[in-house]
């Protein structure tokens, strides 16, 4: 049985366009970044068909109504959600907004492509989840806090 979520009416709106959006433009995302045939290429399908199949769980269990308010917060970590984590090293607190590689916004401290190693890593968790995010600095061991939709 599926937990119904409630969402505000424009959460579920912006998350109904987002899987819209992201449907239409997986194959591209793909073709761009892995042109052949790889081991990579795969693992990107796969996530995505994970995600699309992720999303689309959310919006049918979700419960959408003026009561809902400006409840933007979400079971998992999407693409346009802000993340909240804890480094489990220094128990430090960081914001992370996962956004489209595509996105201008990229230049800002908070905002990661969900096709970086934070983004992939923190992509579809839960909170609470611990992640391992594998960097070229080193890995970095999080505790998801808070997940909010904020923009897509």
């Known amino acids: 049985m599926t937990t119904r979520v409630k969402l505000s009416r424009t959460c579920f709106d912006s998350l109904v366009k987002h ?3 992201i449907e239409e433009k997986k194959n591209s995302i ?3 970044y892995f042109p052949e045939p790889s081991k990579k290429r795969d693992e990107l399908k796969k996530l995505f068909d994970t995600y699309i199949k992720q999303l689309e769980q959310l919006i049918n269990s979700a419960n959408r109504s003026e ?3 400006k409840n933007n917060y979400l079971p998992f970590v999407t693409i346009g959600s802000e993340v909240e984590v804890q480094n489990l ?3 430090e607190i960081y914001k992370y907004r996962l956004v489209s590689p595509f996105n201008n916004d990229t230049e800002n401290d908070d905002a ?3 096709l970086s190693p934070v983004g992939r890593a923190l992509l579809l968790k839960k909170v609470n989840d611990v992640v391992a995010v594998k960097a070229p600095a080193g890995v970095f061991n ?3 806090k808070s ?3 904020c923009c897509l």
């Open 67 to 69: 009561e809902a308010g």
């Open 19 to 21: 899987l819209v959006d």
């Open 112 to 114: 990661v492509s969900y």
């Open 89 to 91: 090293d220094n128990q």
């Open 142 to 144: 999080y505790k998801i």
């Open 30 to 32: 793909i073709d761009e």
């Open 147 to 149: 997940v909010r939709l």
